[in-house]
């Protein structure tokens, strides 16, 4: 399983739903969509965190989030802050 993740203007999207291409992403969050990463599993997005953001505390979701978005919950989790903010 691999999930996106999706910057926008207001927060950051992490979503399991498939996208054929960002430009369906933008179409989808025109109002605020920055940009978006390709889809990427579970132990990838931990590592991408670790090396983007350092510590956990600066992380957009937790680690015990990601890790239940990927396993049930909602096909979509967001984060209303910058990315790599201390919570």
Known sequence: MQATLIYLDR???L?????NSWQEIQAEYWNDYKTSLSP????ELLDFFAEDCGEEANWPFSKDEI???FTHGPETIRFAGDDCEAK
């Open 11 to 13: 927060g950051v999207l």
């Open 15 to 19: 979503s399991r739903r498939r996208y």
């Open 40 to 43: 990427m599993s579970c132990q």
């Open 67 to 69: 890790l239940a978005f």
